[in-house]
């Protein structure tokens, strides 16, 4: 048999062999379960009245079409979205490097040549051989290292995880974003309520400064009630360029959430008109599927689990197997004829013997570095609970809270009308006028303040919930989610949540 066919059938044979032992091959190092997590059975100040609304686009239930343009157009135009994306991408792209060593490397190689060797070499140039002599070379090469212990495997593993992570910090990205642009919003609203308030407010004390200052000049009452009234007029004149500077800084904030160069936002509806959406319902497990913070720290614990195995296979020795085919010629004519053909095939392999604590110290490494995850993973799901326990208590407090400033706006204004009954009866002084308007005015900036609030404690609170219009935001983006294929790991984690869970990762 030709020396060639006899090379490239033993080189099948070989790499049949190879991928039977890949096959029967096992990966080393710890397969990924997800850890038992203490998960309570409801939350502490659950409303009984919630709803299952979380999967739906929670900012529409406010009834504002300026909101809906205001997430629709972050979304689309943000910039910590598109490096979201961007980090995607990169992730994509070492997934796809880390994992290229599992299939064989091919290259090709070529060269072109004209050389001299001396006349006075101790081994002269045979007769018949030109002097000088060309040289071409043209081959291709193949080089595949085995994967018989599974590192490259498991690196892969640890990529994908990586790149999963990604994905799942974008969706995080995406859901503060969102929970900021109407909370954001609602506060904007509360601020020009309260800006109203005081304008409205500054005009009716003008006027009483007028009246008193007509009064006093005819000497029907003295300089300290015109004093009095200047005194209310100036407090409220003061507060008027605070919240115009706070509403400022709240439409720049708002402007770079929407991609934009600082500026004016559009408005809506007043903060009177907006309505509450449904609280949503859920429970602590559902979390686990909800939450885009939670995912990205599993991801990252299945990442640091698969860096074991990787390191341990250091311990292991390295096969690759070679080979090259070509030609080569001294005349380029000749270069593709039968004798100017060559060829080789090999194996070499590569083992540690003393490292000097090298590859334990690795290992060390890896499995302190998973540790760390792990601690990192339960403490984001005790961070979940505690946002949404904080989130449900917040709304229902403030809830209240209104309730008992609305009664105490509608005392101190009935408060207002009486004491000036009784100034303008000649019955009461001013200074009781003064007083009743120096106890509504803050009431009502404070009644404002709080229902803002309440808006965006709902806010925070579908944000804290997670769910599934994350997924219809993310539509709204134009970007695409990154799919990968399972890894081994992460079927066995998925067949162990579904044991444990009603609805399995």
Known sequence: MDPFRKGVTDMRRLIV?????????????????????????????????ARDTVNTEWWRQFQDPVLDGLV???????????????????AVGVLTQTRAPLFPQVSYAGSASRQRISDNNAIPVASGVANPFNSWQLFG?????????????????????????????????????????????????GLDEQLAISKRNLA?????????????????IPQL?????????????????????????????????????????ARGKTIYELVFPAVPAGLPSQLLERRPDIAQAEQNLVAANAQIGAAKSLYFPTISLTGAFGYESANLSDLFRGPSRIWSYGGSF??????????????????????????????????????????????????????????????????????????????????????AQQQLFPAELTLASLRASLFTSYANLYKAMGGGWVTEADKMTGGQTTQAAPSDGEKGAKAECEAECPKGK
């Open 72 to 90: 629709a157009e972050a979304l689309a135009n943000n910039k910590n979205v598109k490096i979201a994306a961007a980090n995607i991408e990169q």
């Open 350 to 435: 590569t083992g540690p013997i003393f490292t000097a604590g090298a590859i334990s110290g690795q290992v060390h490494q890896s499995e302190a570095a998973q540790d760390a995850a792990l601690i990192g993973y339960e403490a984001t799901i005790q961070s979940a609970f505690a946002d949404v326990e904080n989130a449900l208590v917040i709304r229902q407090k403030l809830a209240g809270q209104i309730e008992a400033q609305e009664r105490l706006v509608k005392a101190s204004r009935e408060y207002e009308r009486l004491a000036k009954l009784q100034y303008d009866g000649g019955y009461a002084p001013y200074l009781t006028v003064l007083s």
């Open 141 to 189: 090469g193949v080089m595949w290292e085995l994967d018989l212990w599974g590192r490259v495997r498991r690196l892969s593993e640890s990529a994908r995880a990586s790149m999963l992570a990604s994905v799942e910090a974008r969706r995080g990205v995406i859901l503060s974003l969102v929970a900021s642009v109407a909370g954001d919003y609602l506060q904007l609203r």
């Open 17 to 49: 062999l190879t991928f039977a032992g890949m096959l029967a091959g096992c990966m080393v190092g710890p397969d990924y379960r997800r850890p038992t997590v203490d998960t309570p059975q409801s939350f502490q100040y659950e409303e009984k009245e």
């Open 225 to 265: 009630n015109v004093e009095q009234a200047r005194t209310q007029y100036e407090t409220a004149a003061a507060t008027i360029p605070q919240i115009e500077s706070q509403i400022v800084q709240l439409e720049n904030a708002l402007s770079i959430l929407l991609g934009r160069n600082p500026g004016p936002i």
């Open 204 to 220: 009716a004390y003008a006027e009483s400064v007028k009246l008193f200052e007509l009064q006093f000049q005819y000497g029907q």
